[in-house]
């Protein structure tokens, strides 16, 4: 059975930081493609961050120079250490899996910047 569990959400004041962390389970990790997705309030779900199984990154637009992706394939971890936050940043933040057509999805954690 596979498993996403994302921990670290909560809130914060708009210009700290967060640590998101996705723990998996049930599936090769090294070998999948691990991303972040968030839902802010009145948008559909975008994709904030994505590291490639071989390490390469890319982040959408609004988040670069603020967010970081990484991973740690000993321990099955995908982690999303967000700074400055903003009250934009708002939102339900979920954690991808990928690996060709076989996706997953965890459950989701709340991220809330207040000003």
């Known amino acids: 059975q596979v498993q996403l569990v994302e921990s670290g959400g909560g809130s914060v004041q708009a210009g700290g930081s967060l640590r998101l962390s996705c723990a998996a389970s049930g599936i090769i990790f090294s070998r999948f493609d691990m991303a972040w997705y968030r839902q802010t309030p009145g948008k559909q779900r975008e994709l904030a961050a994505v590291i490639s199984s071989g390490g390469r990154t890319n982040y959408v637009d609004s988040v670069k120079g603020r967010f970081g992706i990484s991973r740690d394939n000993v321990k099955n971890t995908v982690y999303l250490q967000m700074n400055s936050l903003k009250t934009e940043d708002t939102g339900v933040y979920y954690c991808?899996?990928?690996?060709?057509?076989?996706?997953?999805w965890g459950q989701g954690t709340q991220v809330t910047v207040s000003p």
């Open positions: 991808f899996a990928q690996q060709l057509v076989r996706t997953y």
